[in-house]
């Protein structure tokens, strides 16, 4: 599933790429290089990820959805897409069980 992000909450990607955590403050400081501010929140369906979310600002959503195509180039593949294959592949399995 695929929401809205609240107001004010950070990129689960700027956070490890460009972040620092001060632990005396309990604040978040970036560096000039990013907006971190996330724009859309996806959250796992699938039994193994338990509801697991991930924060993503339209950059690092960008960088999610592209996929290397083994030829040297790209393809596109949304993230709707993906957790939806993640479910499918799932599926069969909890049939077996």
């Known amino acids: 599933m695929i929401k809205s992000a609240p107001t004010g909450t950070y990129c689960n990607d700027c956070k490890a790429e460009f972040g620092n955590f001060d ?3 309990q604040t978040w400081t970036f560096s ?5 501010i ?3 929140i996806t959250v796992s369906v699938t ?3 338990k509801g697991a979310t991930r924060a993503y ?3 690092h959503k960008r960088q999610a959805e592209t ?3 083994g030829k040297g180039g790209f393809v596109h593949w949304s993230l709707e897409d ?3 294959a993640a479910k499918d592949l799932e ?3 909890m049939i077996n069980v």
């Open 23 to 25: 632990t005396k403050t």
């Open 32 to 36: 000039d290089k990013c907006v971190p």
């Open 38 to 40: 996330a724009t859309i």
């Open 47 to 49: 039994i193994k990820s």
């Open 57 to 59: 600002c339209n950059y």
């Open 67 to 69: 996929w290397p195509d």
């Open 82 to 84: 993906q957790l939806a």
């Open 91 to 93: 599926s069969p399995v």
